[in-house]
C-alpha cells in the first residue's frame, strides 16, 4: 500500500506555437463601423482633446468647401492658398480623429467578441429530452424515451439525461444519480467536483461538463435566465472603464488644450499689426499640433498594448484598469492552484510505504492508471516510465473505470489479483470489504505520511492496493 502525491508546477508556455495576440487586422476591421458611429460629436464630448480636433476638421471642411465659391483663402502677403491645401488639413484632421475612435472601438469590441463566444457555447449545446418521465416508476430514465432537442428549447421542469463527456445544458437540479462535474469554465477552478441528487449538492450550472456517471437534471431556468445569459448580458452592457490614471491624465490634457486655444485664438490680433492675418485653416492645424493630440489618441491604444504583451506572455488582462492595477501590488494571493500550474493535478512522486519495494509501487501504480484518460493517470504512467517500469496491459486484464460512488479505479488481472488507485478512506472501506486487514501501524504511516505532503505544500493525492 502507498501514497502518490502532486505538488503545483508552473506550466512553460510552448516554444513552438506562437503567443495568441489580442490585436490583429481581424479585429481591427471589426472595429471600423463602430470608429465611424464615434464620430457623432455627442460621443466625442467625452474626450475634450479629439473633441476640439473633431470642431477643427468639421470646421476646416467647410471651409474647403466654400473655397470655390468665395474666390480662394490668401496667406500673409496676399499670396494665395496652395489648391487642395485646405482639403489637405481637413483629411489629415479626419484621419486624426478616426484613428483615436479605431483604438477605442477595439477596446470596446473585445468585451463583445467574450459575449459572442458565450451565446455561441449555449446554442450550440444540445440535450437529451425525456419526453416522458415518471419519477417513481423509472427514476434513472435508463427505459425512457430521448429527444434530442437544442438546450434553447428546454424549459423549467423538463428533465434531460447527461453521460459521461456531455456538456449540461441548462441550469437545474439532479434528480437521479451521482457524476463528477468539470466547473472550470464557470468558476475557473479546475479539479472536478462531485455533485448528486438529494441534499446541497444537487444544483448544476449550464456548460459544464459530466466527467464521469449519468444524472438525470430537472432544468430550473427559462431560456434566456441561465448563469450563462447572466453573464452574457454582464459583458454587454459592461462599457469600457478609464483608469484613475487615464481619468488624471485626461483633466491635464484638457486644460492644456485650452491654454493653447487661447494662444491661437489671440494670434492673428497680436499679428495682424505687423502682417496680414492666417487664414483660418492654418490656425486649426496649428492649434491641432500644439495641443496634445497625439496623447489624447493613443490613451485607449496604450491600454490596448499593454493588453496585447500581456497576453502574449499567456497573462488575461480584462481591461486596461487591471493593467494599472497590477503595476501597484507587491503581494499576490492565489485562492486556486490551476491559476499557476497546469490546471490538471499531475503526479510528481511516489512515497512509498514500509515493506514495499519501489519496483513494485511503480509496477502496481502504473497498472491501475493503464485505461484512465484523465490527466490524473497518464501522469501516473508517464512517472513509472521515467522510473524504468514499462507498463503495458496484461492479456485478460478488465479495467474497472472510476466512479463518483466508488471514488476508485482500478484494473482485474486474469489471475485474479485486483488492483485499485483512489480516496485513501475507499481504498480502504475497499480493503475491509475484500476480507484484508490493515494493520493499524500501516494506516498510521499513511496518514503521517499524508500529512506530511500536505504541510509542505503538496496535495495527498491516492493510495495504490492490491489483492487477491
Known amino acids: 500500500m502507498s501514497t502518490a502525491t502532486h505538488t503545483p508546477t508552473p506550466a512553460p508556455a510552448p516554444a513552438e506555437a506562437a503567443p495568441a495576440r489580442a490585436f490583429g487586422w481581424g479585429t481591427l476591421v471589426a472595429a471600423l463601423p463602430g470608429a465611424f458611429r464615434k464620430l457623432n460629436p455627442a460621443a466625442l464630448v467625452r474626450n475634450p482633446v479629439m473633441f ?7 470646421l476646416t471642411t467647410l471651409i474647403a468647401i466654400a473655397e470655390p465659391f468665395v474666390g480662394g483663402a490668401e496667406e500673409s502677403g496676399g499670396a494665395p492658398v496652395p489648391a487642395g491645401f485646405t482639403w489637405g488639413i481637413a483629411i489629415w484632421l479626419w484621419i486624426t480623429v478616426l484613428f483615436a475612435n479605431v483604438a477605442e472601438s477595439v477596446a470596446e469590441g473585445r468585451g463583445k467578441a467574450q459575449a459572442a463566444s458565450l451565446r455561441k457555447t449555449r ?28 438546450s434553447g428549447d428546454l424549459r423549467p421542469g423538463d428533465h434531460v439525461v447527461v453521460t459521461a463527456g456531455e456538456l449540461i445544458p441548462g441550469d437545474g437540479d439532479i434528480v437521479w444519480g451521482i457524476a463528477t462535474v468539470d466547473e472550470s469554465a464557470i468558476t475557473g477552478e479546475s479539479a472536478p467536483v462531485v455533485r448528486e441528487s438529494g441534499g446541497d449538492r444537487s444544483a448544476v450550472t449550464g456548460g459544464t461538463r459530466v466527467l464521469s456517471d449519468r ?7 427559462k431560456p434566456g435566465e441561465t448563469f ?5 448580458a454582464l459583458v454587454e452592457g459592461a462599457s469600457r472603464q478609464k483608469t484613475p490614471n487615464e481619468i488624471a491624465l485626461g483633466i491635464l490634457l484638457a486644460s492644456l488644450s485650452i491654454v493653447f ?19 483660418i485653416p492654418v490656425l486649426v492645424a496649428l492649434l491641432v499640433c500644439l495641443i496634445p493630440t497625439t496623447i489624447g489618441a493613443l490613451l485607449s491604444a496604450i491600454g490596448i498594448a499593454g493588453m496585447d504583451r500581456l497576453v502574449q506572455r499567456n497573462v488575461l488582462a480584462l481591461s486596461g484598469r487591471a493593467v494599472e492595477a497590477a503595476g501597484d501590488v507587491t503581494t499576490l494571493l492565489l485562492d486556486k492552484t490551476g491559476t499557476i500550474t497546469y490546471g490538471n493535478r499531475r503526479t510528481s512522486d511516489f512515497v512509498r510505504m514500509p515493506g514495499v519495494a519501489d519496483d513494485e509501487l511503480a509496477r502496481a501504480a502504473a497498472l491501475s492508471s493503464l485505461a484512465d484518460p484523465t490527466p490524473e493517470g497518464t501522469s501516473i504512467v508517464e512517472l513509472a516510465t521515467a522510473r524504468g517500469f514499462t507498463a503495458t496491459q496484461p492479456a485478460g486484464a478488465v479495467f474497472v473505470p472510476f466512479t463518483a460512488q466508488t471514488r476508485m479505479s482500478g484494473l482485474d488481472l486474469a489471475d485474479g489479483t485486483q488492483v485499485r488507485k483512489g480516496a485513501g478512506s475507499a481504498v480502504a472501506a475497499w480493503l475491509g470489504a475484500s476480507g484484508v486487514d490493515v494493520p493499524a501501524d500501516l494506516r498510521t504511516h499513511v496518514t503521517d505520511a499524508a500529512d ?17
Not at 130 to 144: F, H, K, L, M
Not at 228 to 232: A, E, L, Y
Not at 261 to 279: G, K, Q, R
Not at 456 to 462: R, V
Open 452 to 468: 506530511a505532503i500536505a504541510q509542505s505544500g503538496g496535495t495527498p493525492w491516492s493510495w495504490h492496493a492490491s489483492a487477491h
Open 215 to 221: 444524472i438525470v437534471v430537472r432544468i430550473t431556468s
Open 261 to 279: 486655444l487661447i494662444v491661437v485664438l489671440t494670434l492673428n490680433p497680436i499679428a495682424s499689426y505687423a502682417a496680414s492675418p492666417v487664414s
Open 123 to 150: 446554442t450550440s449545446t444540445m440535450a437529451s429530452l425525456v419526453t416522458r418521465y415518471d419519477a417513481e416508476a423509472d427514476a434513472s430514465a435508463e427505459r425512457a424515451e430521448l429527444a434530442t432537442v437544442a
Open 52 to 58: 476640439l480636433v473633431w470642431v477643427g476638421a468639421a
Open 228 to 232: 450563462v445569459d447572466r453573464m452574457i
